[in-house]
């Protein structure tokens, strides 16, 4: 038991997916694990421990952005063994190649800062997934059919963004999307020696405007989860 998540010794799993909302947590688990087991509910962070495939797996919500999600990740890996971390999450869109219900695999998250920024002083340290599970995830999205983009993306410390001027740059630099928490995922696995992804499905599009209804999103998600699961065990 840590200070922001409650499950005793044994609950959490080596494999762990994070989506940022603990309610997509929650429908993730009933989804896609046998057995699943409610193991943390502190604050209302909802994580759950199942299998998949035989496989031990823990869901457990990250919370919005990259404070957020540095504080249980990090207890994640430090407390509880955590060895293979995987965002699930939606972002949007940025290119015009990338369209709404596409899935995008993070091979690197740029940003402007982190909770990690500090640490490194004057040095542009430069976040990215771990190769192994990046080509897995790729041919499981190619299994899937699923309209898949793999590249760069800019992980936001602001949801409500008045930097159109930066927007501008990192669509004219190719970022495929947009997102809050990749960044300081992968900067926090490498740092422990960890495996991270972040796989995430496009649910709006920053220069068209349009978005995925609200009742649609859970049906365009599961892709993204199933990536996610073929992925960590291959």
Not at 40 to 63: A, C, D, F, K, P
Request: charged share 20%; proline share 3%; hydrophobic share 40%.
């Amino acid at each position: 038991m840590t200070i922001h998540i409650g499950a005793a010794p044994g609950d959490i799993a080596e494999t762990v997916l994070m989506p940022g909302d603990p309610y997509r947590a929650k429908w993730a688990a009933e989804t896609f694990l046998q057995d699943a087991r409610l193991v943390n509910e502190v604050r209302g962070m909802l994580g759950y421990t199942g299998t998949w495939n035989g496989h031990r797996v823990t869901i457990q919500g990250s919370g919005m952005g990259m404070p957020s999600l540095s504080i249980y990740a990090n207890e994640l890996i430090r407390d509880f063994g955590a060895k293979t971390l995987i965002r699930i999450g939606s972002c949007g869109g940025m290119q015009d190649k990338v369209k709404v219900r596409d899935v995008i695999l993070a091979m690197t998250a740029s940003t402007v800062n982190s909770p990690s920024s500090g640490i490194f002083r004057e040095l542009n340290f430069a976040p990215c997934a771990d190769w192994g599970l990046l080509q897995a995830a790729a041919q499981a999205a190619s299994k899937h059919g699923s309209a898949t983009h793999i590249g760069g993306i800019y992980s936001s410390d602001v949801f409500y963004d008045e930097r159109p001027d930066l927007n501008e740059q990192m669509v004219r630099h190719g970022i495929l999307g947009v997102e809050m928490e990749a960044a300081e995922l992968y900067t926090l696995a490498a740092r422990h020696g960890c495996r991270a992804l972040a796989v995430l499905t496009v649910s709006d599009h920053l220069g068209t405007g349009e978005a995925l209804p609200s009742d649609q999103r859970e049906r365009s998600f599961g892709d993204m989860v199933e990536i996610a699961l073929e992925a960590a065990f291959s």
